[in-house]
């Protein structure tokens, strides 16, 4: 066991599509997760400034709150006191190297969260091209995509991935062996994605325990 495990990628609130908690903390008590980084599930699926408000509002150290950046060419940067933010490019329909969210990223300086799905290769090295030190979190990357993956950490180096999904044999172990466990993220994408699973996998990881010891507190990134 971990001495301290942090969830980089958790929602919290209502689900359109099921009926699931909208408060983690009980189950991140059951499965020993210390800590979660939190974006509003509203924020996601329905009104960005009604859940980045409400996520903003919580207030409990154990939930960090990553707010959904929704880039606007005619609106301020959000003036947000926080760790990371996420990206909804697909979703919310806007280019993540168009030139008001290069903007918005490079005035916050924080780290950027976006989910695989959301996103592409090619946009992701743009993004690194045109921001260098653009920080990059990588969340639900699979298992079925490891060799682009792979390219990406390699032509990225401050591009992060969240293990919840790599949910093959020895995924993570190989990813390590490549790139170092610092630059790997423990995380669940929970509730709507499951958490037991990541949480089995991070306890059952063949690696040094320092090594496991720093993927679940967040790598060299949180």
């Known amino acids: 066991m971990t001495d301290l495990v942090v969830d980089a990628h958790r929602l919290i609130g209502p689900v359109p599509f099921d009926d699931l908690p909208e408060d983690p903390r009980p189950e991140m008590d059951r499965l020993g997760i210390h800590q979660a980084y939190v974006t509003h599930t509203l924020a996601i699926h329905s009104d960005v400034r009604a859940g980045n408000e409400a996520l903003l509002d919580l207030h409990d150290p154990r939930l960090v709150p990553v707010p959904v950046l929704l880039p606007e060419s005619f609106e301020p940067v959000p003036d947000w006191d926080v760790p990371m933010v996420r990206l909804c490019p697909n979703r919310h329909r806007f280019e993540l190297t168009g030139p008001t969210a290069l903007r918005w990223l490079a005035a916050l300086g924080v780290t950027a969260a976006v989910d695989f799905e959301e996103t ?81 996998l991070l306890d059952h990881l063949d690696l040094p325990e320092a090594d496991v010891a720093l993927i679940a507190s967040g790598g060299s990134l949180l």
């Not at 293990?163 to 390590?176: C, H, K, M, S």
């Open 120 to 200: 592409s290769p090619g946009h992701l090295l743009a993004l690194a091209r045109e921001l260098p030190e653009q920080r990059i979190l990588l969340l639900n990357p699979g298992y079925r995509r490891l060799r682009a993956i792979a390219e990406l950490m390699t032509a990225i180096p401050n591009l992060w991935l969240e293990i919840g999904t790599v949910n093959t044999q020895r995924g993570v172990e190989w990813l390590a062996g490549h790139f170092g466990a610092e630059r790997l993220v423990f995380g669940t994408g929970a509730p709507v994605m499951d958490d037991c699973g990541p949480r089995f």
